[in-house]
């Protein structure tokens, strides 16, 4: 009867020790922070932008509070938590030293003052392309600037000369029949 009595106790302790031994193992090991983010006067702050950062690690999570100015972040790793959080038209919030514990569940309502209103004067301009690759030059013309230039009251050239010079990359002087060349540029 002992050997029995003993046999069913090391058998009970057994599927203690296993079935304990099996949730210790799924034990969570993180913990959450979660809250609203209100303004001054208690209203909800939709669209603020809420960033938790592990002092130790670097570790950063970055959300959105929703609609009803919630925000939650999830499964953490414990540690000390630095939580920042902007909006539009409020000045920054920051809060540290949130030491999270495994399997806890922190509740930080956050409260935006407001601040100033930003203003960021942005001036861009063109700056000036060297082409340092090639010796070539070039420049756009438009058209309004062509016909007030002194050469559009000079007689035009033929579309098969303007053809052959565009085709060839060069102008030929002396082949123009509506503009007569100089003499001495066309001598052979």
Do not use: W
């Amino acid at each position: 009867m002992k050997k029995c009595n003993r046999r069913a106790t090391f058998t009970l302790l057994l599927a203690f020790a296993t079935v304990f031994s099996s949730s210790l193992l799924r034990a969570d090991v993180t913990g959450s922070i979660l809250g609203v983010v209100h303004d001054r006067s208690q209203a909800v702050v939709a669209g603020a932008h809420v960033t938790v950062t592990n002092v130790q690690t670097n570790f950063t999570q970055e959300t959105n509070s929703a609609a009803d100015g919630s925000y939650r972040f999830l499964a953490l790793p414990a540690g000390t938590y630095k939580l920042t959080a902007t909006s539009a038209g409020f000045s920054q919030f920051a809060t540290t030293d949130i030491d999270l514990k495994v399997n806890d569940q922190l509740h930080v309502d956050i409260t935006l003052q407001v601040g100033n209103v930003k203003e960021e004067i942005s001036i861009s301009a063109n700056a000036v392309q060297v082409e340092s690759e090639s010796t070539q030059l070039g420049d756009v013309i438009e058209s309004k600037k062509m016909l007030r230039s002194p050469a559009s009251s000079l007689p035009s050239m033929s579309s098969e000369t303007l053809k052959k010079a565009f085709s060839s990359g060069k102008v030929d002087k002396c082949s123009s029949k509506s503009v007569p060349p100089p003499e001495s540029r066309c001598r052979n």
